[in-house]
Each structure stands twice: as C-alpha cells, then as structure tokens.
C-alpha cells in the first residue's frame, strides 16, 4: 500500500504552518513572496525588521463583511465589503480589481487599493469569489509552486511511468520525456498531462 501524499503546495504550506505557528493563510502569503523558500523562515528571519514589516501588513481580525459603505475606489455609497485594512469594496469594484484579475490568473494576495499594501485574508477571499474563481486561484497557486519546483511534479510522474516500464519502453519513454520537460518548463500544465497519458499509452 502507497502512502498517502499531501500535493503541493499544501504540503510545504502545513510544513510552515506547524514549524513556526501561523495561519494557513499567512504562511501561503509568505511562501509565494518568497519563492517557495521555507528554510528562509528560520529564527534570525523571524526575528528581523524585514520579517517584522511583512508581519504588519497582516489585518487583525480579517474581516469581509459587507455593509453599506463608500466604496474606497468609485465612492459610490452602496452595498460593500470590508477589506479588513479599513477599505471597503463595492460590488463592481470587487469584481473589477481582485475577481478578474484571479480568473486572468493573477494570485491577488494584497488590497487592490493603492498605498495600502495590507494582505488580504485568504481564506475569507474564497467564500466571496465565484467557483470559477476560487478554481483558478488554486491552479495559479499550484502553478507558482510548479515554477520554482518543476522538479517534484516531474520526479513524480517518472516514479508513475517508470513502475510499469519494460526496457524497450524505457527508451519510447525517454522520447516522451524531453517534451514532457520542456511542458513543464513552459508552465503547460495540459501539455503535461498529454505528455504523461502519451507515455502511459507507449508503455501499455
Ligand atoms: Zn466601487
Ligand atoms: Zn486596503
């Protein structure tokens, strides 16, 4: 029996969460600002000015209620969502400045209002996107991990294809696997799994 393995990024993401105690949301915020480079994380970082600044632009509580505001961006005084950081957005401007920028496949982390810089809490963000949305912004996070670790996706789908390879399709597979490579390098997750279902089909 195959253990079970936690995907990334979530894995790395929990990593972080348990090793130095902070929110889901906060570690993933912190993890894409800095690469995907948890050891960066260690206590002297933790301990320093640059930490300290970042840590600030989290919002305490993180908030997304909506009530009956000026909206930060048009002014418009309707129905708006409190951003938590002391800006609220209308409807029109939530959709305009974080939903379609996450359905383009933008990862919007931070309040779209200018100067303010605060993080947004993620998790809330969710429960106010479209599904569609909410799809996207988990691709576009896989795929910022993908782009620092090709490697891990890589590694694992050769551990797939090589468990049922014969030597005659070890040589079929190399073929597969140089456009599977490049694929990856290209941040084609499609092409990938073409690449990888090409290969399961030459070794079959
Ligand atoms: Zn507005
Ligand atoms: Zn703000």
């Known amino acids: ?25 906060r570690a993933t915020i912190l993890l894409v600002l800095y690469d995907w480079d948890e050891k960066k994380f260690n206590g002297e970082f933790l301990l320093s000015d640059e930490y300290a600044s970042i840590a600030s632009r989290f919002v305490r509580p993180p908030s997304f209620t909506s009530s009956t505001r000026t909206c930060s961006r048009c002014n418009a005084f309707t129905l708006s969502k409190n951003l938590g950081c002391g800006h609220h957005l209308c409807g029109q401007c939530f959709a305009g400045l974080i939903e379609s920028p996450i359905l383009e496949g933008g990862l919007v982390m931070m309040c779209p209002n200018y100067d303010c810089g605060k993080f947004l809490s993620l998790h809330l963000l969710r429960d106010h996107l479209s599904s569609e949305a909410r799809e996207k912004y988990d691709i576009s996070l896989k795929m910022s991990y993908q782009a620092i670790f090709p490697e891990t996706v890589w590694n694992r789908a050769v551990c797939f294809v090589r468990s049922s390879a014969t030597s005659l399709a070890t040589s079929l597979l190399d073929i597969g696997v140089q456009g599977f490579k490049a694929a990856l390098r290209a941040r084609r997750d499609e ?11 030459l070794l079959e």
């Open 1 to 25: 029996m195959e253990e079970e393995v936690e995907p990334e990024p979530h894995a790395t993401i929990n990593r972080l969460v348990n090793r130095i105690r902070v929110s889901k949301d």
């Open 191 to 201: 092409i990938c799994m073409v690449a990888i279902m090409a290969i399961v089909h």
